[in-house]
Every structure is written in C-alpha cells, then in structure tokens.
C-alpha cells in the first residue's frame, strides 16, 4: 500500500471535489446566518472543517472570529471584518 501525503496530494484532490461556487457558498453561509445568535462579534472552532471552503466567508460576512483546524495542515485562524 502506498502512503498518502495529506498535505499535497490528498488535500488537492479533497479541495477539488469538494469545491463550489459562489452562489452554492452563498446558500451554504446564509443558512447558517440564519440560526447563529444576533451579537457581535462572535467566536467559533471549525473543527475538521477539511479545505476550509466556509470558514473565511463566515468569519468576513458575519464578524466571526473563527479558528478552523483543516484537513492534514494543522490549525488557521479568521477573523471577520
């Protein structure tokens, strides 16, 4: 059996069948605008949040000071605007 390397070549191919546009993310960041709480700003952990593809439009849109641990590359932080 060959080993993966998570950080290159599965990370890529996760990222790749994974991705979406920008009005399918935009479904996704409303949906979730619709259940969080009012205040501002707000703290929240990603956790296995794989390519990170809603973490950086959660914390821009909705003031999030968001930590995302992402698939095979350790941890990133966000904060929204």
């Known amino acids: 059996m060959k080993l993966v390397d998570y950080d290159t070549e599965q990370y890529r191919d996760y990222a790749r069948g994974r991705a979406i546009g920008a009005p399918q993310l935009r479904v996704w960041i409303d949906a979730f605008a619709a259940v969080l709480p009012e205040r501002r700003p ?36 966000f904060s929204g605007v």
């Open 42 to 77: 707000l703290t929240g952990l990603d956790i296995g949040s794989g390519t990170g593809r809603f973490t950086p439009a959660l914390a821009g849109d909705y003031d999030i000071n968001v930590r995302a641990q992402f698939f095979g590359s350790g941890f990133g932080a």
